[in-house]
């Protein structure tokens, strides 16, 4: 290999909202597979909110990215040299290469992904780590019933659109809290909700109680903030509050100060933060199973993808403000 | 019997602050007991927080008392004519006659208590509804587990109190919060927790932060409020908060603003309210188990008891702003 690596190394530790100065582009030589290794070229970064956390230098769910290393992330990549019997060059998997162009891997913790069955990409969301994420929260953490009444916040988002299309075909009732009337139209008539909030609309919380007249048996939490605040109002009795994201949180100064916590006493709520990647046994028949869904169009999806990995801070900040429509990615080769 | 009966009725739903004039004091005939019933006389009337959870206009977990009706509650009461062959005069039975002098029963809610055993009044207390909530609690919502790092608040109270020594017995580590020096020493010379932090002296958390030096595993919570945001900031990863009560919240004119929640999700807690009543199944093990260890010394107590029904308002306004000292009791007979 003579083409050059390319890296996005944390700069800083940001200060409120991220800025693109808190990382910095680095070209290296191109790494070389050892026995048994091989080396992956990146197709496709993903962007998450998961990643805000591991830029704080707070004790958190996942260890914090060091300033000079390589931001994290996961990735489709297309192996390119390989000394590992279970991989050809050509090959296309799911991978973790992070923000970067190359890198070498033992490939175990590799997972080849069918270019055939479902579009590529499809495989860094819907039916990858996102749709795994709602999978898990609505199936083992808040323990879905069908025909429950469901709240989905960031629902046109990676991991809301499917938690939102996830309890539909449990047979839910299921509203969804997006921002502005494009977003959720698209909740709505793409993905098949039963109706959307705009939370940026005035009388958020009178359209929220109109839009769920028997309460809220399970709440798919992304957001935090006001948004939290107005749900716990509808919660039913032994409502289920899976915390999967708190985004409103991640670039706050200032924590808000969540005022209606006394209804996890009255209504007797479960709340549990999670993260997918300690559900390791959840993740086989998820993967599965999405990809059928997608496969049979049962699970819809929407994608902004910025070309150019030099581009991915400025994507990444993009979706943290709520600008992107559906899945982030990054086209990185 | 000749005797009258005397009642506190509910006349007004408090804003903020219980007042004693929320309550009327009622004289009524004696009633009197149908075929298959028993008249009970009130020994004793257990005043606790849950109690000003009823007197509200709001959906809680259970029933309100309407205006005018009888305040709710758990009492001690001596069987004086049977007409029910399960019973005979003179028989002491546990049972719900709210605060009133005299009520009529058909037996079926009754328990039969043992005053050999143990003294009659802690059958309200450790040995009764308190102690089952916190063996509730700690066993069925947190699923405490041996060597676990423990917080307990209102640790001195009727529920802490029994959570903290069980889980003392479970082998746990065991930190209390309570309000003053008077409480916090007693609570670990009398008790036997490890430390106990007073919330009302300066540098609560660093003192509470020096206590658990390991984090916190389980926080049972009675409180609420500022507490809870400092318990929060110790919690460790997959922590369990089985919420019992919120008594900072209860006659607070604006809520809290709770800052620390984004912990729920960084420390994937599982945060749980709980109302004892709801689980039936634990009650008899509970039971048995609490009244033995009181028996043999292993759960210690302290009670106040105010004498008279006329003065169960003000006892309960005590309670509620931590003025007494240990388990609240009424002696009403």
Redesign the interface.
Known sequence: MTDKNVKLVLANRPKGWVQESDFKLVETDCPKPGEGEVLLKTLYLSVDPYMR?RMDD????SAKVEIGQVMVGGTLSEVVESNNPRFQPGDTVASNAGWQKYVVSDGKELRRVDPELIPLTAYLGTAGMPGVTAWVGLFEIAQLKEGENVVVSAASGAVGSVAGQLAKLKGCRVVGIAGGKDKCDYVVQELGFDECIDYKAPDFYANLKKATPNGVDVYFENV?GPI?DAVLRQMN?FGRIP????IS?YNATE????????V????????????VS?FPQSWPEALDQLSKWVAEGKLKYRETITEGLENAPKAFIGMLKGENFGKQLVKVS
Chains 1, 2 share one sequence.
Request: aromatic fraction near 14%; charge should be positive; charged fraction near 20%.
């Open positions: 956390n707070t004790k958190s769910y935090g939290l009795p915390v999967c994201g708190l949180e924590p808000y100060g969540l005022k209606n916590y006394r996890f006493l009255t209504m007797r709520l479960r709340v549990q933060g999670f993260i300690e």
